[in-house]
């Protein structure tokens, strides 16, 4: 069975629930741009990529609703307003991840453009031709998700073999084992996964000893989805508290020790700051301080070079229940038992939740991506901005379709 957080078909989109995971697997349906904002704000879906395919598809199949109850505005550029205050009030729903902001910066040019070449002076006819271009725009972005996390994964497995392998002097080199952050799996992206697509792919190229993955607190999405991912594909992983990895890099140069610390990202910063799941910028010491290398994977609508550095990324607070209970099914309960919320914190205690960090772009080894890898040049500086500027594979694909 596949591992599909995002279930879609032309007018009808679903998503899995990622809070009753693992112990339940639950579908909703998200009929509307409002159902896509409540998904991603309770975090039933989340991760950067999914964020931002769940919000375009929402308002794709509220698009199509409309049509279907004739409902529909008439004219284009009524149409291609409506998109506009779907798309603004669905950038509201978190705002740490620039994968969404970029998403709607890109199909509210497709709806505009499609409203123009409508042409329709207002007078009605067009509105369906900018409700089909968005439809098809936002559909392509799930379809490309998954192509390019697997190019992301493929070339951040060969970066670290390259680079972070052993010397090649026995077998032994071939097998790498790395570390990992929260979840960039199948679960947080249309499928494959970003960070977890480069274990993925060292997996698939026999390269792999094991993968850890901390357990991510507050919110466990490494204990709850990403041991769920791995041990769903037979990919040999480990799961260890946050506290525990320092311990773990620290063993590097004896068995099973990390050659990377791999982890995908919410937003990265022109300069290479990167920001991710709270906890990556302590992963990012502890792996200088071992020698580990540390490698950002992400698709390049994370990259977000209108934020000159990591000071001006605004990090997303979370409830303070998210620290101050676990939820679960009892440890001897049936199966079928639902499962509990409980506290596991004093009450009274103030609580500090930030969901993210940001990593300095001086403890990043390396920045993969769909169209390559990315390392500082001799001015110990990342150039990201030739991520863009390049004509050839994806990247040219890319510019002509979208501009920038
Ligand atoms: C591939 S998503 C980027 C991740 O590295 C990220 O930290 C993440 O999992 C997103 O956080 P979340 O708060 O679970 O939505």
Redesign the pocket.
């Known amino acids: 069975m596949v591992l599909e957080a995002i279930r879609y078909s032309r007018g009808a989109l679903e998503v899995l629930d990622q809070l009753a995971l693992p112990h339940a697997t639950r579908y909703d349906a998200v009929r509307s741009s409002r159902d896509a904002w409540q998904a991603i704000r309770s975090?039933r879906t989340?991760?950067?990529?999914a964020?931002a395919i769940v919000a375009a598809l929402g308002l794709a199949v509220e698009l199509e609703a409309l049509r279907r109850d004739a409902a529909l505005p008439p004219a284009a550029a009524d149409v291609a307003a409506l998109v506009d205050d779907r798309l603004a009030f669905l950038v509201t729903s978190?705002p740490t991840?620039v994968n969404l902001a970029d998403a709607a910066r890109k199909l509210r040019r497709v709806a505009r453009e499609a409203a123009a070449r409508a042409g329709d002076g207002g007078g009605g006819g067009g509105g369906a031709d900018v409700a089909d271009a968005y439809v098809r725009a936002a559909e392509r972005m799930l379809a490309d998700d998954v192509r390019d996390n697997e190019a992301i994964g493929r070339h951040g497995a060969e970066w670290i073999a390259a680079r972070a392998g052993g010397d090649g002097d026995d077998d032994d080199d071939a097998a790498l084992s790395v570390l990992t952050?929260?979840?960039?799996g199948s679960l947080?992206?249309a499928g494959y996964?970003?960070?977890l697509g480069v274990v993925r792919a060292l997996h698939a190229s026999s390269r792999l000893r094991r993968a850890f993955c901390t357990e991510t607190r507050p919110?466990n999405?490494g204990a709850r989805l990403t041991a769920y991912e791995l041990v769903h594909d037979g990919i040999p992983g480990t799961l260890i508290t946050d506290s525990m990895a320092a311990s773990l890099l620290a063993l590097r140069g004896r068995a099973d020790n990390i050659a990377a610390v791999v982890?995908?990202?919410?937003r990265v910063a022109a300069n290479g700051d990167t920001a991710?799941?709270i906890g990556?910028y302590a992963l990012a010491i502890a792996a200088r301080r071992h020698g580990v290398k540390f490698v950002v994977a992400?698709p390049r609508t994370t990259v977000d070079l209108k934020t000159a550095s990591g000071a001006a990324i605004v990090i997303e607070e979370r409830p303070a229940r998210e620290v101050t209970t676990i939820t679960g099914p009892t440890v001897d309960a049936d199966p079928t038992t639902p499962a509990q919320t409980i506290k596991i914190a004093a009450d009274g205690i103030a609580v500090w939740n930030p969901?993210?960090d940001v990593t300095p772009a001086e403890l990043i080894d390396a920045i993969a991506t769909e169209c390559g890898v990315v390392e500082k040049g001799e001015d110990g500086e990342f150039d990201l901005e030739k991520l863009f500027g390049q004509e050839e594979g994806d990247m040219g694909r890319e510019m002509g379709r979208w501009g920038r």
């Open positions: 975090m989340r991760g950067a990529p964020i978190r991840a952050h929260c979840n960039t947080a992206t996964g970003t960070a919110y999405q982890v995908g990202a919410d991710n799941k990556t992400a969901a993210f």
